[in-house]
C-alpha cells in the first residue's frame, strides 16, 4: 500500500477529476488554505488557466455563479476557503442551490461543490473557525461530506463532484498532513457509507472530520488501559448512514460523540437523537456528546483549546459511558 | 412607435401581451375567491417590455427571472394551462406544483430556475452566462428584475464578476415605478436608492447601461436587439433599464382588477373608473400597442377584436384545465428533493 499526506491525496483528486471531466471548472481559493503545501495548486491553476479562476472577495457573487453555471453544465467547485465565509455566500447555498431541484418539481440539477475549511484551527478567533455543517444540515437539499483521511479525501472528493446535487465539502486544515494509505486507482466512496476507522468492543466512538484523527490517538492511550474503543467515521452527514451506527451501538452499549459544531442543535446534537430514537433500548448507559462550547470561539490559544473537544474532555466522556 | 418587424411578427407580439393580459386578470378573481392561497405578482403593464424583449432572443438562450415571471414566461411561449395549473399548485403544472407562482421553471424555454428573493437571480445569470462562455455554445443568458433587487448586494457583485469576465448576459432591469408609484414616495425616484438614475450603478463597474421608455415597444426592440448583438459578439454584458408605470391594481397589498380589459379601451375609456382612467388612456402598453397597429395600418380594429376573442378563449380553457387538475398527493412534498 502506498502511503501519502491528506494535501497529496486530495490534489491527487483534484488533478484526476479535472483531467478526466474538461466541464469541472475551479472558482476561487487555493484548496489548501494557507498551508506551506499551497504551492501545489498553482501547478493546477498554471496546467488549466481557463478552468482555474480567481474571483475578487465576492462569496454571494460567485457562489452564485458557481450554482447557476452548475444549472448550464459545467461542474463547478468553489473554494470557499475559511468555512465562517460561506456566511457571505449563504443565499445563494441555502436558498437558491439547495432548493433548485426541489422546486422546479425535479427538472433543474445543480451539481456544485462547495468546499470549506471549518473548525479550530489555531488563531483563527472568532471569524475564522466556524463549523457551519450543523446549520447546513437543518438547510434541507444539500449533501454534506466530512473526510477524516487521505483516502476519504481522495474518494469523497470524487463522489462529490460526480453528484448531481449541490454538495458542501467540509474539509478541516489540522487534516492536510496527516499521512495514510491511498491504493493507486482507488475507486471513489459512495455517499452514505459510515466508515469503521478502529476496531472496538467496549465503546462507540462516533467522531467526525478531524475529531475522527484525535479519537483513534485517544483510543490508543485507552487500549493501553484495556478499554477497546471503536472509532467510527459516518463521513457523510447528508446522506447519513444509520446503519453502521447501529451495529456497533448494539454491539457496545455505550456510546460517545466528538464533533466540532457548537454543541446546540450540532452534528453530535443530531447523531444523538437519532440514535436514541432507533436505539434507547440497546444502551447500557447515558450517551455523551463532546462539542465545541456554546460561546464564540477565543483566539488566545488557552481559550480556543478550552471551548474544543479536547482530548482530556474525550477521556473524560468515554470513562463516564463506562461507569 | 412600433418596432421595425414584419406585420405577421406584429400581430403575433399582439397575441403575446393579449395572453399575458387575460391570463393574469383571469388569476385575480380565481385567488379572490380562495381557489389558490400565496402571495402572487402579476406583469400587468409591462407587456411592452417583456414581449419584444425576449422576443429578440434565440431558441437556446437562457432566462432568469423572479417573482413576476408570467408574464416572461407567456412571451416565452409557455402553455397557460401548464403555468395556471402550476400556480393553483396542481399536479398538472410545471413544476408539479412544487413551485408555485413564485418558482415556475420551464426548462424547455430557458427558464432554469426562477427565485422569489428579489435579486437571487442575478448571480445565477452570471452563472449561466460563464458556463455558456466556457463550453462556448453561443448561448446568452437575459436577468429580467425589477428595480429593487439593485438594493441587495448580490446585484453589484454579480454585475461586477460579469463586467471583469465580459460574461454573455443582458441585465434587462423591469423598473415600474415610473411616476414614483409602488415603494417610491416621489416622482420618478426610488426613495430607497441612493444611485440615480439607476443605470449609474451597472455603469461604476464598466457595464454599459442605458434607460428606455419600457412603454413604447419600438424602442425596446431596437435597444434589446442591439444590446443582444453586442453581447453575442463577445463585447461583454449589457445592462437596459426599462421604464413602466406600475398598474393602478397593484398598489394594494393584493392585485385587484379596477377594470377588466378589452381592445376597445384602447378607443375609448369612458366605462372605466375615473380614478384610473389616466393609466388606461396613456400608460397601458397594451392598449398604446394596438392603437399603433391600427394608426399604422398594420391591422384593423376587427382583427384584433379577433385575436382578443381567441386568447380569452384559450385563457378560459387553460383555467378550466388547472382548476380541474388534481392537487399533487400530500406525501410528494417528501420526494425528489435530490436529484
Same mark, same amino acid.
Given at each position: 500500500?502506498?502511503?501519502?499526506?491528506?494535501?497529496?491525496?486530495?490534489?491527487?483528486?483534484?488533478?484526476?477529476?479535472?483531467?478526466?471531466?474538461?466541464?469541472?471548472?475551479?472558482?476561487?481559493?487555493? =484548496?489548501?488554505?494557507?498551508?506551506?503545501? +499551497?504551492?501545489?495548486?498553482?501547478?493546477?491553476?498554471?496546467?488549466? &488557466?481557463?478552468?482555474?479562476?480567481?474571483?475578487?472577495?465576492?462569496?454571494?457573487? =460567485?457562489?452564485?455563479?458557481?450554482?447557476?453555471?452548475?444549472?448550464?453544465?459545467?461542474?463547478?467547485?468553489?473554494?470557499?476557503?475559511?468555512?465562517?465565509?460561506? =456566511?457571505?455566500?449563504?443565499?445563494? /447555498?441555502?436558498?437558491? %442551490?439547495?432548493?433548485?431541484?426541489?422546486?422546479?418539481?425535479?427538472?433543474?440539477?445543480?451539481?456544485?461543490?462547495?468546499?470549506?475549511?471549518?473548525?479550530?484551527?489555531?488563531?483563527? %478567533?472568532?471569524?475564522?473557525?466556524?463549523?457551519?455543517?450543523?446549520?447546513?444540515?437543518?438547510?434541507?437539499?444539500?449533501?454534506?461530506?466530512?473526510? @477524516?483521511?487521505?483516502? !476519504?479525501?481522495?474518494?469523497?472528493?470524487?463522489?462529490?463532484?460526480?453528484?448531481?446535487?449541490?454538495?458542501?465539502?467540509?474539509?478541516?486544515?489540522?487534516?492536510?498532513?496527516?499521512?495514510?494509505?491511498?491504493?493507486?486507482?482507488?475507486?471513489?466512496?459512495?455517499?452514505?457509507?459510515?466508515?469503521?476507522?478502529?476496531?472496538?468492543?467496549?465503546?462507540?466512538?462516533?467522531?467526525?472530520?478531524?475529531?475522527?484523527? &484525535?479519537?483513534?490517538?485517544?483510543?490508543?492511550?485507552?487500549?493501553?488501559?484495556?478499554?477497546?474503543?471503536?472509532?467510527?467515521?459516518?463521513?457523510?452527514?447528508?446522506?447519513?448512514?444509520?446503519?453502521?451506527?447501529?451495529?456497533?451501538?448494539?454491539?457496545?452499549?455505550?456510546?460517545?460523540?466528538? !464533533?466540532?459544531?457548537?454543541? @446546540?442543535?450540532?452534528?453530535?446534537?443530531?447523531?444523538?437523537?437519532?440514535?436514541?430514537?432507533?436505539?434507547?433500548?440497546?444502551?447500557?448507559?447515558?450517551?455523551? &456528546?463532546?462539542?465545541?462550547?456554546?460561546?464564540?470561539?477565543?483566539?488566545?490559544?488557552?481559550?480556543?483549546?478550552?471551548?474544543?473537544? $479536547?482530548?482530556? $474532555?474525550?477521556?473524560?466522556?468515554?470513562?463516564?459511558?463506562?461507569? | 412607435?412600433?418596432?421595425?418587424?414584419?406585420?405577421?411578427?406584429?400581430? !403575433?407580439?399582439? $397575441? &403575446?401581451?393579449?395572453?399575458?393580459?387575460?391570463?393574469?386578470?383571469?388569476?385575480?378573481?380565481?385567488?379572490?375567491?380562495?381557489?389558490?392561497?400565496?402571495?402572487?405578482?402579476?406583469?400587468?403593464?409591462?407587456?411592452?417590455?417583456?414581449?419584444?424583449?425576449?422576443?429578440?432572443?434565440?431558441?437556446?438562450?437562457?432566462?432568469?427571472?423572479?417573482?413576476?415571471?408570467?408574464?416572461?414566461?407567456? %412571451?416565452?411561449?409557455?402553455?397557460?394551462?401548464?403555468?395556471?395549473?402550476?400556480?393553483?399548485?396542481?399536479?398538472?403544472?410545471?413544476?408539479?406544483?412544487?413551485?408555485?407562482?413564485?418558482?415556475?421553471?420551464?426548462?424547455?424555454?430557458?427558464?432554469?430556475?426562477?427565485?422569489?428573493?428579489?435579486?437571487?437571480?442575478?448571480?445565477?445569470?452570471?452563472?449561466?452566462?460563464?458556463?455558456?462562455?466556457?463550453?462556448?455554445?453561443?448561448?446568452?443568458?437575459?436577468?429580467?428584475?425589477?428595480?429593487?433587487?439593485?438594493?441587495?448586494?448580490?446585484?453589484?457583485?454579480?454585475?461586477?464578476?460579469? @463586467?471583469? #469576465?465580459?460574461?454573455?448576459?443582458?441585465?434587462?432591469?423591469?423598473?415600474?415605478?415610473?411616476?414614483?408609484?409602488?415603494?417610491?414616495?416621489?416622482?420618478?425616484?426610488? @426613495?430607497?436608492?441612493?444611485?440615480?438614475?439607476?443605470?449609474?450603478?451597472?455603469?461604476?463597474?464598466?457595464?454599459?447601461?442605458?434607460?428606455?421608455?419600457?412603454?413604447?415597444?419600438?424602442?425596446?426592440?431596437?435597444?434589446?436587439?442591439?444590446?443582444?448583438?453586442?453581447? +453575442?459578439?463577445?463585447?461583454?454584458?449589457?445592462?437596459?433599464?426599462?421604464?413602466?408605470?406600475?398598474?393602478?391594481?397593484?398598489?394594494?397589498? #393584493?392585485?385587484? /382588477?379596477?377594470?377588466?380589459?378589452?381592445?376597445?379601451?384602447? #378607443?375609448?375609456?369612458?366605462?372605466?373608473?375615473?380614478?384610473?382612467?389616466? #393609466?388606461?388612456?396613456?400608460?397601458?402598453?397594451?392598449?398604446?400597442?394596438?392603437?399603433?397597429?391600427?394608426?399604422?395600418?398594420?391591422?384593423?380594429?376587427?382583427?384584433?377584436?379577433?385575436?382578443?376573442?381567441?386568447?380569452?378563449?384559450?385563457?378560459?380553457?387553460?383555467?378550466?384545465?388547472?382548476?380541474?387538475?388534481?392537487?399533487?398527493?400530500?406525501?410528494?412534498?417528501?420526494?425528489?428533493?435530490?436529484?
Amino acid at each position: 500500500m502506498r502511503e501519502i499526506a491528506y494535501y497529496e491525496a486530495k490534489f491527487e483528486a483534484l488533478n484526476e477529476i479535472m483531467a478526466a471531466d474538461p466541464t469541472v471548472h475551479l472558482i476561487n481559493g487555493t =484548496f489548501l488554505s494557507l498551508s506551506p503545501h +499551497r504551492h501545489v495548486y498553482q501547478e493546477l491553476a498554471n496546467k488549466y &488557466r481557463d478552468r482555474v479562476m480567481s474571483p475578487p472577495i465576492s462569496e454571494l457573487g =460567485f457562489c452564485g455563479l458557481a450554482t447557476g453555471a452548475a444549472m448550464a453544465g459545467l461542474r463547478p467547485i468553489v473554494d470557499i476557503s475559511t468555512g465562517s465565509f460561506i =456566511f457571505e455566500g449563504w443565499p445563494q /447555498v441555502a436558498n437558491e %442551490a439547495a432548493n433548485a431541484f426541489s422546486m422546479s418539481g425535479g427538472q433543474t440539477r445543480v451539481p456544485v461543490v462547495f468546499h470549506l475549511f471549518h473548525g479550530l484551527r489555531g488563531g483563527g %478567533a472568532a471569524q475564522h473557525s466556524a463549523s457551519p455543517q450543523a446549520m447546513l444540515w437543518n438547510n434541507p437539499g444539500l449533501e454534506i461530506v466530512l473526510p @477524516s483521511s487521505p483516502r !476519504d479525501v481522495k474518494g469523497l472528493l470524487k463522489t462529490a463532484v460526480a453528484s448531481d446535487n449541490p454538495t458542501i465539502f467540509v474539509d478541516h486544515v489540522q487534516l492536510l498532513d496527516v499521512k495514510g494509505d491511498v491504493p493507486e486507482n482507488d475507486s471513489p466512496i459512495p455517499f452514505g457509507l459510515a466508515h469503521v476507522k478502529r476496531k472496538g468492543s467496549d465503546v462507540t466512538v462516533i467522531a467526525t472530520s478531524y475529531m475522527v484523527q &484525535r479519537c483513534l490517538q485517544v483510543a490508543e492511550r485507552l487500549a493501553s488501559e484495556r478499554i477497546s474503543a471503536e472509532v467510527v467515521d459516518p463521513r457523510t452527514l447528508v446522506p447519513f448512514d444509520m446503519a453502521t451506527l447501529m451495529t456497533s451501538v448494539e454491539k457496545t452499549g455505550r456510546v460517545v460523540i466528538v !464533533d466540532e459544531t457548537h454543541q @446546540s442543535c450540532g452534528v453530535a446534537a443530531e447523531i444523538a437523537a437519532r440514535i436514541v430514537e432507533s436505539g434507547f433500548d440497546k444502551l447500557k448507559a447515558p450517551l455523551r &456528546r463532546v462539542s465545541t462550547l456554546d460561546v464564540p470561539v477565543s483566539y488566545s490559544p488557552p481559550l480556543e483549546d478550552y471551548i474544543g473537544p $479536547r482530548e482530556d $474532555r474525550i477521556i473524560e466522556a468515554i470513562r463516564a459511558v463506562l461507569r | 412607435m412600433l418596432p421595425k418587424l414584419p406585420r405577421e411578427t406584429l400581430l !403575433d407580439l399582439c $397575441r &403575446r401581451m393579449f395572453v399575458i393580459r387575460h391570463f393574469e386578470e383571469s388569476l385575480v378573481p380565481l385567488h379572490d375567491k380562495g381557489v389558490f392561497g400565496g402571495h402572487y405578482h402579476l406583469y400587468i403593464g409591462q407587456e411592452a417590455t417583456g414581449v419584444p424583449a425576449l422576443s429578440c432572443l434565440g431558441g437556446d438562450d437562457y432566462l432568469f427571472t423572479t417573482h413576476r415571471n408570467h408574464g416572461h414566461l407567456l %412571451a416565452r411561449g409557455a402553455d397557460p394551462k401548464k403555468l395556471c395549473a402550476e400556480i393553483l399548485g396542481r399536479v398538472d403544472g410545471y413544476n408539479k406544483g412544487k413551485g408555485g407562482s413564485f418558482h415556475t421553471v420551464v426548462p424547455s424555454l430557458g427558464f432554469l430556475h426562477t427565485s422569489a428573493v428579489v435579486a437571487g437571480i442575478i448571480p445565477l445569470a452570471t452563472g449561466t452566462a460563464y458556463a455558456a462562455k466556457a463550453l462556448k455554445n453561443g448561448r446568452i443568458t437575459v436577468c429580467l428584475f425589477g428595480d429593487g433587487a439593485l438594493e441587495e448586494g448580490a446585484a453589484p457583485e454579480a454585475l461586477n464578476l460579469a @463586467s471583469l #469576465w465580459k460574461l454573455p448576459v443582458l441585465f434587462l432591469c423591469e423598473n415600474n415605478g415610473k411616476y414614483g408609484a409602488g415603494r417610491a414616495t416621489s416622482a420618478a425616484q426610488s @426613495s430607497t436608492m441612493a444611485a440615480f438614475p439607476l443605470t449609474d450603478l451597472p455603469k461604476a463597474y464598466k457595464v454599459p447601461a442605458q434607460q428606455i421608455d419600457g412603454l413604447d415597444s419600438g424602442t425596446v426592440h431596437a435597444t434589446i436587439s442591439q444590446a443582444v448583438e453586442k453581447i +453575442r459578439r463577445g463585447e461583454g454584458p449589457q445592462f437596459v433599464e426599462a421604464q413602466t408605470v406600475r398598474w393602478p391594481g397593484s398598489e394594494t397589498n #393584493w392585485p385587484s /382588477v379596477a377594470q377588466r380589459t378589452d381592445s376597445s379601451l384602447a #378607443w375609448d375609456v369612458s366605462g372605466v373608473p375615473e380614478k384610473v382612467r389616466e #393609466w388606461y388612456r396613456s400608460c397601458d402598453p397594451l392598449l398604446i400597442f394596438i392603437r399603433e397597429l391600427v394608426d399604422a395600418k398594420q391591422a384593423t380594429k376587427e382583427e384584433i377584436a379577433d385575436i382578443e376573442r381567441k386568447v380569452k378563449a384559450e385563457i378560459a380553457d387553460a383555467v378550466e384545465f388547472a382548476v380541474a387538475s388534481p392537487y399533487p398527493k400530500p406525501e410528494e412534498a417528501a420526494k425528489e428533493y435530490f436529484a
